[in-house]
C-alpha cells in the first residue's frame, strides 16, 4: 500500500512502527457549531483509510480529538449566555449525530483539550525547560527560530512564511511567527491554574500533548485538510519534537478543499453549507458516496447536480443489492449448490481490482469503479435466468456489502417491514392484476409512488423498494 506524505511530496510504501498496528491521530472539530461539508470530508476520508487499514487486518488505533477550548467557542458561549462547557455538551452530540449518519465511526478515543490539560501543561513546561519556550506576563509561547526544521512540513523558509502568513500581532513576542502555547486568563473566560498563573491551552498544544498521551511520542499516520498544513501541523511537529527529540509523525496525510459551484466554500461568498443544511435535501449517505467519488487530494466541487448524480450511483449499488435479496429470498436454499467458480473468478478479477485502487493511496473513485464494473457483472448473472446457484447469490451479495463496507456504503437492509396500508395497496394492486383490472392496478401503482414506494414486476413476481 503506498500513501502520500505531504513532508516527502511523493507516494510512500506504508510501513507502520509495530508489525499489524496502526496509530493514527486525526484533528478533528471546534465544537461551537454543527461541522461543515469542508470538515465532512476529512472526517469521511480517514474514516476510510481507518476502515481499509482494518480491512487488510491491522489493528488501528485511531484518535480524533475534540477542541472544546478556544476564542470561537468563548464568543459564541458569550453571546447565548451559557458556559463554554455546555456549549461544546451540545454541539459534541451534534457531531455524533451527522457523524453516524454519514458511516463514520466513532474513534478509538475521542480526547478533549478540557480533559487533558495536565498533559498539556507538563508539555508545556517540557518545552520552557529545553529552552523552546518563553513566558511573558503569563502568555507562553514557543520559539520558532530556536527550532531549526521549522517549515519542513509545508517546505517554506520561516522568512517565507512570515511574509506570506496571517499572524496574530504582538509586539511582546520575541518574533511574530512565535505561537502561543498558553494563555493568560482574560476577564469571562475559562481558566485553568499553571505554574504561568491562571490561563488555557493554545489551539496547536492540545494536539500534540493528546496524540503523544494515547498514541506515544511517534506515530504511524497523523491526517486533517489541507488548510491544517500551516500552521497547525507546522507547529505541532515544532513543539512535539523539540520536546522528544524523535519524528512526530512517519505520514502526513491531507485531503483537498471544497469547492461550491466552482467558488471556494466560504461564509464571506454566502456558500457555507453544515452537513445539517444539506441531509434536509439528500440522504448523508449520498454525501458520503459524493465525497469518496473522487481521490480525496483533489480539489472536489459541490453542487447539487453532482449530489444528484451521486445518488443515481448510490440507488445503482443499492438496486442490484436490494435484487439480490429479493433473489435469496425466493430461491429454494434445500437446492442451493456451490458457488459458480468461473463466475467467482470473474467477481474476484474486479475485487482486485478495488484493492489495487485502494492500494493506490487510497483512490476510492477508482475503487467505486470497480464496484460498479462487479455490479454489471452481477446483473448480468442474477438475471440470465441459467443455472443461477443460491449459492452465488450469497456470495455475490456478500462480497458486495464486504467491499461496500470498506467505503462505509451500502450497510442498510431494505427496510421490509410496511405498514398496513401499504401492504394492503399492494395486495389489491395484485388482485387487480389477476382480475386484469389495469386500470385500478395503474392507479394503485401510482398512489404507491407519491408515498415513496416503487414496484417492479418480474418473473419472479413483484418487487418494491423505497425512493
Known sequence: ?????????????????????????????????????????PFIVFDTLRRYLTFKGYDVMFVQNFTDIDDKMIKRANEEG??????????????????????????????KATENIDAIIELIKKLEEKGFAYNIDGDVYFNTKSFKEYGKLSQHSLDDLEAGARISVDERKRDPMDFALWKAQKPNEPAWESPWGMGRPGWHIECSAMS??????????????????????ENEIAQSEAATGKPFALYWLHNGFINVNDRKMSKSENNFFTVRDIVKKYDYEVIRFFMLSAHYRSPINFSDDLLEQAKAGLDRLY???????YLIENKDASNSGEVNEEYKSRLSAFKDKFVEAMDDDLNTADALAALFDMVREINSYANSGKDVSYGSLVYSKDLLKKLGGVLGLLQKENNKVLDSEIEELISGRQQARKDKNWKLADEIRDKLKEMGIALEDTPQGVKWKRI
Open 319 to 325: 438496486t442490484c443489492l436490494d435484487n439480490l435479496n
Open 1 to 41: 500500500m503506498k500513501l502520500y506524505n505531504t513532508m516527502t511530496r511523493k507516494k510512500e510504501e506504508f510501513k507502520s512502527l509495530e508489525p499489524n498496528k496502526v496509530k493514527i491521530y486525526s484533528c478533528g472539530p471546534t465544537v461551537y457549531n454543527y461541522f461543515h461539508l469542508g470538515n465532512a470530508r
Open 82 to 111: 451559557i458556559t463554554v462547557k455546555e456549549l461544546a455538551d451540545r454541539f459534541i452530540s451534534e457531531y455524533f449525530v451527522d457523524a453516524k449518519g454519514l458511516g463514520i465511526a466513532e474513534a478509538t478515543v475521542h480526547p
Open 212 to 233: 503523544m498521551r494515547y498514541l506515544g511520542e511517534t506515530i504511524d499516520i497523523h491526517s486533517g485538510g489541507l488548510d491544517l498544513t500551516f500552521p497547525h501541523h
